[in-house]
C-alpha cells in the first residue's frame, strides 16, 4: 500500500543528516566508560577501535591531532574513560564517538605512561645489570649533569672537594624540570660522550640527577629519551634524582643509582683521608714486613754459618779429590787389562793366519804357478798353451820357463 500523496518521502541522505543534527544537538560533549576491542592505529596517524561493556559497544576514533597528545599506550582490553561527541558518518549510517580526552580507568595517564615505558626497556635489556660498567677507582674528571642552582649541585661540590679535592668537575647546567627538561639532559650526556670520544678531554665519570621534590617535578629523569642516552653513554653514569624514597627510570638504567646527589659524590670519589690512612698503613706493614724478613734472614745466615760445609768448605773437595783418584786408578787397570786382552787376542789371531799362509804351504816343498801374462794361476794343463810363459812360485823365490807342452794326467 503506498503512502497518501500529503505524506512526505525522505531520502537515506535526509533520515541520516537529520539523525546526525539530531545526536550532535543531543551530546556535544559527554563521558563514557568501557574496555577498547578491536584496536588499529591508522598509517595516517588516527586511532581506531570499539568500546564495549556488558550491554553494548560504540564505535570510537581519536583524530592524529588528539592522538600526539597521549601520554600512554592504547590497546586491547585497556579500560578507559573518555570524552567526546557523537558523530553520525553519512555514507555507512552508524555513528560514532569523536574522542578528545581518555583516561586509563582507575589508573593516571602518566603512572601507566611510566609503567609502559618501564616494561618497554625491560624488554630492551635497558635494565640488566650485566651491561652495566663498572666505576673508575680514582677519577681524574667527572662531570654533573643537573641544574647551576640547585641544592644539589652545592652539595655534590662540596663533598668533591672534602673527599677528593684533586678531582677535575664540569658542570654541565640543564634543566631539571618543566618543559624541555628531558630534552636538555638527554643532550647534555650525549655531548660529554661526544668529547670523551674525541679524545682531547677524557671524561671519567657522570653524575646525573637532581635535589628533591614532588613526583611531577622528577619526571624528566622518567624520559625516554634520557634513559636512551644513559644506555648508549660510554662513560659510567651515576643516576641521582631526589631522596631515596624515589626511584626513576634514570636510576635504574644507570650503571650505579645514589639514594641522593649528596651519596653521589661520596660513591663517586674515593675520601683522602681514608687513602692516606691506607697508604699510612701499608707503610708500616711493609716496615714490619722488611724487619722480620731481615731479623728472619739474619738468623738463616747464622744457621747457615754453622753447618759443617760452611766450618770446613775444603772438606767436599778433598772427598772428591780422593773419588777421583779412586776412579783413576780403576780406570789405569782398566785400560792395562783391555790392552793384554787385545794383545793376547791379536797374537792368537796372527798364529792363525801364519797357519793359513800360503808360504807355509811353499815351505813344505810345494809351488805356485802362474801365467805371467795375466798373473793368472795354473790349476789345469788346458789353462796354457806351447810357447807361454809362466812364473813359479817358490819359498825362496822364482823360476820363469816356457810351456814345451801341456800334459793331461792320463796322458
Known amino acids: ?9 525522505l531520502t537515506i541522505g535526509e533520515v541520516t543528516r537529520a539523525l546526525k543534527g539530531l545526536v550532535e544537538d543531543a551530546f556535544p560533549s559527554l563521558w563514557v566508560t568501557g574496555e577498547i576491542t578491536s584496536y588499529k592505529k591508522h598509517s595516517s596517524g588516527h586511532h581506531y577501535f570499539t568500546l564495549k561493556d556488558a550491554e553494548a559497544q560504540l564505535k570510537a576514533v581519536i583524530w592524529r591531532g588528539t592522538a600526539g597528545r597521549l601520554k600512554f599506550n592504547l590497546g586491547d582490553g585497556m579500560e578507559v574513560v573518555a570524552r567526546g561527541r557523537l558523530d553520525i558518518y553519512g555514507p555507512h549510517g552508524d555513528y560514532k564517538l569523536i574522542i578528545e580526552e581518555v583516561h586509563p580507568k582507575g589508573l593516571g595517564a602518566q603512572e601507566l605512561a611510566l609503567r609502559q615505558l618501564k616494561e618497554k626497556l625491560l624488554a630492551l635489556g635497558y635494565f640488566d645489570p650485566v651491561r652495566k660498567k663498572a666505576l673508575p677507582r680514582l677519577p681524574c674528571r667527572l662531570a654533573v649533569v643537573t641544574s647551576p642552582t640547585g641544592a644539589a649541585i652545592r652539595d655534590i661540590l662540596k663533598i668533591l672537594s672534602r673527599r677528593w679535592p684533586s678531582v677535575d668537575v664540569w658542570i654541565c647546567p640543564v634543566k631539571v624540570q618543566g618543559e624541555g627538561a628531558e630534552q636538555e639532559i638527554a643532550a ?3 655531548q660529554l660522550n661526544a668529547i670523551h670520544d674525541g679524545g682531547k678531554d677524557c671524561i671519567d665519570l657522570v653524575i646525573v640527577g637532581r635535589g628533591g621534590g614532588a613526583q611531577e617535578d622528577l619526571w624528566a629523569f622518567n624520559g625516554q ?7 648508549a653513554s660510554r662513560i659510567p653514569v651515576i643516576s641521582a634524582v631526589g631522596h631515596e624514597i624515589d626511584l626513576t627510570i634514570a636510576d635504574l638504567v644507570a650503571d650505579r643509582r645514589a639514594a641522593t646527589p649528596s651519596e653521589a659524590a661520596e660513591i663517586a670519589v674515593p675520601d683522602r683521608h681514608e687513602i692516606l690512612q691506607g697508604i699510612q698503613g701499608a707503610h708500616n706493614r711493609l716496615g714490619e714486613l722488611l724487619v722480620r724478613r731481615l731479623e728472619r734472614s739474619r738468623e738463616l745466615v747464622q744457621e747457615l754459618a754453622g753447618r759443617r760445609p760452611f766450618r ?9 779429590d780422593q773419588k777421583l783418584d779412586g776412579w783413576f786408578e780403576r780406570l789405569e787397570r782398566a785400560i792395562v787389562q783391555r790392552l793384554t786382552q787385545v794383545r793376547q787376542r791379536f797374537h792368537a789371531q796372527t798364529a792363525q793366519l801364519e797357519s793359513l799362509s800360503p808360504l807355509n804351504v811353499l ?14 794361476v795354473v790349476r789345469s794343463p788346458e789353462q796354457v798353451r806351447p810357447g807361454d810363459r809362466i812364473v813359479t812360485l817358490l819359498r825362496d823365490g822364482s823360476i820363469v820357463s816356457r810351456v814345451e807342452e801341456p800334459r793331461e794326467v792320463n796322458a
Not at 312 to 320: G, N, S
Not at 363 to 376: I, K, N, P, W
Open 1 to 9: 500500500m503506498l503512502p497518501a500523496d500529503n505524506v512526505k518521502i
Open 188 to 190: 647534555a650526556i650525549r
Open 225 to 231: 629519551s634520557v634513559a636512551q642516552a644513559i644506555f
Open 312 to 320: 770446613y768448605p775444603l772438606e767436599r773437595i778433598h772427598d772428591f
Open 363 to 376: 815351505a813344505r816343498g810345494y809351488s805356485l804357478t802362474r801365467v805371467e801374462s795375466d798373473q793368472t
